[in-house]
């Protein structure tokens, strides 16, 4: 086995050349990850072992585009291919993952496993047809993106309705983990992002460690039963949650092992002056308060944008569409992710009013990307993604005086400011890096002793 050396400077990592497949060194120009994932006979790396066997290099010279991937990577790039891991990513089996997507947990599950790949690691998958993520295996179990979702909240449907739904849910997740069971030694550990309990309760009989991130708070009765179950039999899951605030939520169900900040991708600089409009990026349904947005917005005299799928039809009926007139209050649909960032950009601030304890959002994260503040109640993760008085203002939850007066305020905030805070604490790089090094941590810890 021998080795190419990065040219960086001050970096002494090795990029893999195997002596058995002479096409790589080409393909590792192109992608400096590609061939970490090519099947060829013969080939050390067709298959990476979490051990490793590097070579000192033996002076073939050095590749070009390294920089790039080393700008990427920010600073993380001395573990980055240590040891490759082979993760098997369950998505809620809700909506796809593609965009424009339906919601954070789809978008942020899509993010961690193509960061994962781009780092030489293999990602396989589990999600709805139509799904898509660049540099990774999909399964879709011949899972439709209707066949679990709940087309009403469910206070709205009949009680068979809810058994039949909760069924195809556990027969779908049953599936899933039977696969994984009879396919065990092509993984090294399961992520899970579903809102089941079944993958929960049956995490055990995998055969390989099993994580799961909590991204919604305990609202879920099936998802919380389990998490309980297994913590009061002494069994507790191995859990992420995306926030303190959501750690604590469930800290009297269940122990929260670790906490993973939500990431999102950086977008080039932009130099947009901002209009004088608000902005309010969610899902259209109670718990996001697109409607209190609308209270806010007309108490200060500013035209507000509306983004988002609408997922309670009777909830935008009811609540956004009287009010959505084309001028005062404008709904834009549900955008692309480029459209979103746009409407960021222009945005003189962004509207945040849950009613519920907010996990930890993207939409915020991506405002401030753009440089644009956050209004914020002061509820869940929100607390620690807004930086109240310097990226934005936080008020308490539910007082729409007070979100309106923070409108006067805006200009006390540097949109400077907003951007490089969030590019500090909240990359989707950063998050990619401590999903793979925690899930590095928990594959060793689950070797078997080398004692004699």
């Known amino acids: 086995m021998a080795s190419l050396s990065c040219s960086a400077q001050g970096c002494g990592w090795r990029f893999p050349w195997c002596d058995a497949c002479q096409g790589h060194p080409a393909q590792l120009r192109q992608s400096l990850v590609l061939p970490l994932r090519l099947n060829i006979a013969n080939c050390a790396f067709s298959r990476p072992s979490l051990t490793g066997h590097w070579c000192k290099p033996p002076g073939q010279g050095t590749l070009t585009g390294e ?18 891991m082979r993760i098997a990513v369950l ?8 965009e424009p997507f339906a919601g954070g947990t789809e978008a942020v599950t899509a993010q961690i496993a193509r960061g994962l790949a781009e780092r030489g690691h293999t990602v396989t998958v589990f999600a709805t047809e139509g799904s898509g993520v660049p540099g990774t295996e ?25 058994r039949a739904l909760l069924v195809a849910e556990q027969r779908a997740f049953h599936g899933i983990l039977l696969w994984l069971r009879a396919h065990a030694a092509k993984y090294d550990l399961v992520h899970n992002n579903s809102f ?12 390989v460690p099993f994580v799961t991130t909590l991204h919604v708070p305990p609202v879920l009765l099936e998802q919380v039963a389990a998490l309980r179950t297994l913590a009061e039999n002494g069994t507790p899951s191995r859990l992420i949650a995306v926030s303190h605030g959501l750690a604590q939520e469930f800290g009297t169900i269940t122990p929260v092992g670790k906490v993973i900040h939500n990431g999102v991708e950086i977008p080039a600089d932009s130099e947009v002056a901002p ?9 259209l349904v109670p718990e ?12 200060a005299g500013c035209t507000l944008l509306i983004a988002g799928r609408i997922e309670d039809d009777a909830f935008y009926r009811r609540e956004i569409a009287p009010h959505v007139d084309g001028t005062s209050v404008i709904y834009l649909g549900h955008l692309s992710q480029g459209e979103v960032w746009s409407h960021m950009s222009r945005a003189a601030a962004m509207l945040f009013t ?10 915020v994260l991506e405002g401030l990307s753009r440089g644009t503040p956050a209004i914020a109640f002061a509820t869940g993760g ?42 500090q604490r909240f990359s989707r790089d950063a998050m990619v890096s401590k999903y793979e090094a925690y899930f590095q941590k928990i594959i060793e810890g689950a070797r078997p002793s080398q004692g004699g």
Not at 68 to 83: C, F, S
Not at 196 to 207: E, F, K
Not at 354 to 363: F, K, N, Q, T
Request: aromatic share 4%; proline share 8%.
């Open 288 to 299: 996001k308060g697109a409607d209190l947005a609308i209270s806010i917005a007309r108490a």
């Open 196 to 207: 089941s309990g079944t993958p929960l309760l049956l995490a055990d009989s995998v055969g």
């Open 91 to 98: 998505s809620p089996m809700i909506n796809p993952l593609a």
């Open 138 to 162: 999909l399964r879709t179990m011949g899972l439709k993106p209707s066949a679990l979702r709940w087309l009403a909240p469910p206070d709205q449907l009949d009680g068979a309705t809810m």
């Open 275 to 283: 209009d004088q409009h608000l902005l309010f990026v969610g899902r």
């Open 382 to 423: 929100l607390v620690e993604q807004v930086i109240d008085g310097e990226t934005g203002f936080l008020v308490p939850p539910g007082d729409l005086t007070a979100a309106a007066g923070a409108i006067a305020k805006l200009g006390q905030v540097s949109r400077e400011a907003c951007r490089a805070d969030m590019v």
């Open 354 to 363: 849950p009613r519920w304890p907010e996990p930890c959002s993207l939409a």
């Open 67 to 84: 920089g790039d991937y080393h700008a990427r990577l920010q600073g993380t790039h001395a573990t980055a291919i240590d040891e490759l």
